[in-house]
């Protein structure tokens, strides 16, 4: 198998975009698997004509034709000649897909849609941190490795004070990360506060490339952990991550934490593991359309035994991969119930550089379970308690592990 996985490595980018774009010209005839459109739409028009707009690709494209059992027209009728700004357009906008009570379907302004674009080509120019809104403080919770901000010694936990002098207190995530991306090799200066103590940092910006994929050996077991399938370099990096893990004799597949990201991607991994023309996962659409997709020979014969790690986090992507192989058996589940994600959005670009994400179908397993609001059981049950936490310690990890010693001994 090193060989074969070797020759498509060389070719992995171009087998990944060859995946995306198949499935992207079957969208002339299946637009429930075009999630990928992703392009920013630069026209220009007014606040109103967005909002109406809007209105139409929901009324067109939304996956439940009764609109969570509303008339749709009285938004458009009560919005009709009252917006004047990009605010009024943003408020009006969001109140009406919240009315839709759909979690997933929302609206994105220019910068979120920017951010969200960024995500998907998994490049960037900044200092290489993430950060979350900590009840009001802007606070740092990862510090990539190899970045500028790694190189200026930030650490997990600081909290941003100010960038270029502009306090982040008050500012939306967006608003902050904003302030901190720029041009490459520019440079942004940041105050953080450290254990009461406030430092002051110049740090330049580079292009961040985030890795979704990461993998290593230890003996006979390899490890892959996909951190997310929002990536177009996912399915390449998985491909090295195979390389990498080729001489090993089982494998640990880690989706714990991973809530999701592009279905192409989803089925291109299960495609990798499954036999040809087997059903990956059935996607049904507004008003019962119903599309099946099936496996298709990758050239890559992976005939290892596999544990899964899933928690509740393990969600969408995560569980139409962790679904598939468990519904063919053709791997383990470990961990605790997934989150329950099974509906399908579809990213639809809008004027003004904007965008809405757009809930157009739902996803069933291979077996016809459906994952929304349910999850999938894992096989053996395992959790991880505080205390496993403050000791470093992963009761999952060392059970996926022990399962998979047994499942490779009887291989034998």
């Known amino acids: ?61 939304y996956y439940d034709p009764n609109f969570n059992d509303q008339y749709w027209l009285r938004w458009k009728r009560h919005y009709n000649g009252k917006i004047k700004t990009t605010d009024d357009a943003k408020v009006a906008i969001e109140t009406m897909v ?39 403080k802007i606070r740092i919770i990862n510090v990539l490795e190899n970045t500028p901000a790694q190189f200026a010694d930030i650490k997990i936990g600081d909290i941003l004070i100010s960038v270029d002098d502009k306090k982040v207190s008050g500012m939306s995530l967006a608003e902050v990360s ?61 491909l090295e991550a195979l390389e990498n893990t ?44 119903h599309y099946d997709v099936i496996s298709e020979d990758s050239n890559v014969d992976i005939e290892k035994p596999v544990v899964i790690l899933v928690d509740n986090s393990s969600a969408s992507a995560s569980e139409i991969f962790s679904g598939a192989m468990k519904d063919y058996k053709r791997a383990k589940l470990v961990g605790t119930k997934t989150f329950g994600k099974g509906m399908v959005q579809k990213i639809i670009s809008l004027p003004n550089e904007t965008g809405i994400n757009l809930t157009v179908a739902k996803y069933l397993t291979p077996a016809g379970f459906d994952i929304n609001k349910n999850g999938i059981a894992p096989d053996i049950e395992e959790k991880i308690t505080d205390e496993d936490i403050l000791e470093k310690r992963d009761p999952q990890y060392d059970k996926a592990k022990e399962l998979l010693e047994s499942m490779i001994s009887l291989e034998k």
């Open 1 to 61: 198998m090193g060989r074969r996985i070797k020759a498509i490595i060389i070719l992995s980018a171009v087998i990944a975009t060859l995946f995306v774009v198949k499935y992207a010209f079957t969208t002339n005839h299946n637009p429930l698997l075009n999630i990928e459109q992703n392009n920013i739409n630069k026209t220009k028009i007014s606040p109103q004509r967005l909002f109406d707009q809007t209105w139409q690709v929901i009324r067109n494209e």
């Open 246 to 289: 080729d001489k090993t004799k089982g494998l640990i597949i880690d989706l714990r934490g991973n809530t999701g990201g592009l279905l192409p991607n989803a089925v291109f991994v299960s495609n990798l593991f499954l036999e040809n023309g087997r059903k990956i996962v059935s996607i049904v659409g507004r008003n019962g359309y």
């Open 178 to 238: 904003n302030l901190v991306k720029g041009p490459v090799n520019t440079f942004v200066n940041i105050n953080i506060l450290r254990d009461d103590e406030i430092l002051k940092k110049k740090i330049i910006r580079k292009e961040i490339t985030i890795k979704t994929v990461k993998s290593s050996v230890q003996d006979d077991i390899g490890y892959i952990q996909i951190l997310s399938f929002i990536s177009n370099s996912t399915p390449n990096e998985f």
């Open 98 to 136: 919240a009315s839709l009570n759909d979690p997933y379907s929302r609206f994105l302004s220019k910068e979120e849609f920017a951010e969200q674009n960024s995500s998907i080509a998994s490049k960037f120019s900044g200092i290489g941190v993430n950060i979350v809104n900590d009840s009001g």
